[in-house]
């Protein structure tokens, strides 16, 4: 499993011209990709480490400071370019695996009290942040 953490002083995600998921003070916009052998471990584990880096102004973490988070999913993060112009997809696990998977890390969040907005599995998205360091964090499991 594949997350890209963003530390954002504002985000929103539109589907269909309509916001679903949004924040307007300091949190995180995590990009969560998912790969074929990723399991509940794997959740778990980016779920905390969104929870728990402290990489808000002061070595703060989301827990520390009740931030917010904006969770989309992100096949994209297993896009392989090292062949040819065109990425290929291969790596990024179809959507009946990875969508419970997403869904974990975002019940995981929730379940430490965090208040989490999300995107919609699947659908054509607008992500809209103002990244605030600019702080852009890879985790990988």
Do not use: C
């Amino acid at each position: 499993m594949r997350a890209v953490l963003q530390r954002a002083s504002r985000a929103s995600v539109t589907v269909a011209g309509e916001v679903v998921g949004a924040f307007d003070r300091p949190g995180i916009v995590a990009l969560v990709g998912v790969t074929h052998d990723d399991g509940p471990d794997d959740a778990a584990t980016v779920a905390r480490k969104i929870a728990e880096l402290r990489i808000l102004r002061d070595e703060r973490s989301v827990t520390d400071e009740g931030a917010p988070v904006l969770v989309v999913s992100q096949f994209t993060l297993y896009g392989d370019v090292r062949k040819g112009r065109r990425p290929t997809w291969q790596g990024a696990a179809p959507g009946p695996v990875a969508e419970p998977l997403v869904d974990a890390v975002v019940a995981d969040l929730r379940g430490r009290g965090i208040e989490v907005s999300t995107g919609v599995f699947g659908a054509d998205m607008a992500v809209e942040l103002v990244n605030d360091g600019p702080i852009t964090i890879m985790v990988e499991t």
